[in-house]
């Protein structure tokens, strides 16, 4: 694989935990400057050059960040990490967390992408990837608002892929399966050992088994890669 040019910008969301965590750790492995984005730190990882407190549905933010990151260089991977759970069955479920979940999981995306892409587009060069999740294709009972978000954001990656193609940009989703994270040691313990049950490879996934996967996507070897899908589960689903 080739490296990447020093000094490129990589921004990461939810990056101060979990899955966005590896994700940053293996991008500053390969080269990239990562800029880090979450609404708050640990104080302990220092994987992220540059660490942004900010809350992704806050368009303004993201776009302060996106234009200071732009005065220091040039931001050519942005991966939108950063995504939250509210479950509940549809017929129980507060309103408020069915918004709450767009807000956070779709429309959060978008206000990044919105950010980075006219940068990108001058440059003719850029890549995103955002994650989406397994129950996105497959739906799952009490997630009626992370599954409409996690679709959602299938659809507008593959409208942006189409839109900004020929301007040498991807734009990939990664639909991950069970990852061992925080969000997922909130399942209760039965439903985790029913759903590592159905996983062919019989182990959940790690975060490092998707920060892999982005590491690829965001280097020269994936450039004809463009508005797919690529699962990470095991082989739990195979659409
Ligand atoms: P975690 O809950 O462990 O970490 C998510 C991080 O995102 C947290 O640091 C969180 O901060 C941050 N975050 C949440 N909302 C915002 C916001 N509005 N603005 C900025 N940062 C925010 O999640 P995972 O690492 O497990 O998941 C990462 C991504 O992968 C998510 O999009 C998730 O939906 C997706 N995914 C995960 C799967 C899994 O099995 N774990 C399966 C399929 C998809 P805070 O601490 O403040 O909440």
Same mark, same amino acid.
């Given at each position: 694989?080739?490296?990447?040019?020093?000094?490129?910008?990589?921004?990461?969301?939810?990056?101060?935990?979990?899955?966005?965590?590896?994700?940053?750790?293996?991008?500053?492995?390969?080269?990239?400057?990562?800029?880090?984005?979450?609404?708050?730190?640990?104080g302990?990882?220092?994987?992220?050059?540059?660490?942004?407190?900010?809350d992704?549905?806050?368009? *303004?933010?993201?776009?302060?960040?996106?234009?200071?990151?732009?005065?220091?260089?040039?931001?050519?991977?942005?991966?939108?990490?950063?995504?939250?759970?509210?479950?509940?069955?549809?017929?129980? @479920?507060?309103?408020?967390?069915?918004?709450?979940?767009l807000?956070?999981?779709?429309?959060?995306?978008?206000?990044?992408?919105?950010?980075?892409?006219?940068?990108?587009r001058?440059?003719?060069?850029?890549?995103?990837?955002?994650?989406?999740?397994?129950?996105?294709?497959?739906?799952?009972?009490?997630?009626?608002?992370?599954?409409?978000?996690?679709?959602?954001?299938?659809? @507008?990656?593959?409208s942006?892929?189409?839109?900004?193609a020929?301007k040498?940009?991807?734009v990939?989703?990664?639909?991950?399966?069970?990852?061992?994270?925080? @969000?997922?040691?909130?399942?209760?313990?039965?439903?985790?050992?029913? *759903?590592?049950?159905?996983?062919?490879?019989?182990?959940?996934?790690?975060? *490092?088994?998707?920060?892999?996967?982005?590491?690829?996507?965001?280097?020269?070897?994936?450039?004809?890669?463009?508005?797919?899908?690529?699962?990470?589960?095991?082989?739990?689903? @195979?659409?």
């Open positions: 694989m080739s490296p990447t040019p020093p000094g490129r910008i990589a921004i990461v969301t939810g990056a101060a935990r979990g899955i966005g965590a590896a994700i940053a750790h293996a991008l500053t492995e390969v080269g990239w400057r990562v800029a880090g984005v979450d609404r708050s730190w640990s302990e990882d220092e994987a992220c050059a540059i660490r942004e407190t900010l992704v549905t806050d368009y *303004e933010a993201v776009a302060n960040l996106v234009a200071r990151l732009e005065a220091e260089g040039e931001i050519g991977l942005l991966v939108n990490n950063a995504g939250i759970t509210r479950d509940a069955i549809a017929h129980k @479920m507060d309103p408020a967390d069915f918004r709450l979940v807000e956070v999981n779709l429309v959060g995306p978008f206000n990044a992408c919105r950010a980075v892409l006219p940068g990108m001058a440059r003719n060069a850029g890549k995103i990837v955002s994650l989406t999740s397994m129950n996105a294709l497959r739906g799952a009972a009490g997630q009626a608002n992370y599954a409409a978000a996690k679709a959602g954001l299938i659809g @507008m990656t593959k942006m892929a189409l839109e900004n020929g040498g940009i991807t990939n989703c990664i639909a991950p399966g069970y990852i061992e994270t925080e @969000m997922t040691r909130a399942i209760p313990s039965q439903l985790r050992e029913a *759903e590592l049950a159905r996983i062919p490879a019989g182990r959940v996934g790690t975060p *490092e088994d998707i920060a892999g996967t982005v590491v690829f996507l965001a280097s020269p070897a994936a450039d004809f890669i463009t508005g797919q899908v690529i699962s990470v589960n095991g082989g739990q689903l @195979m659409p």
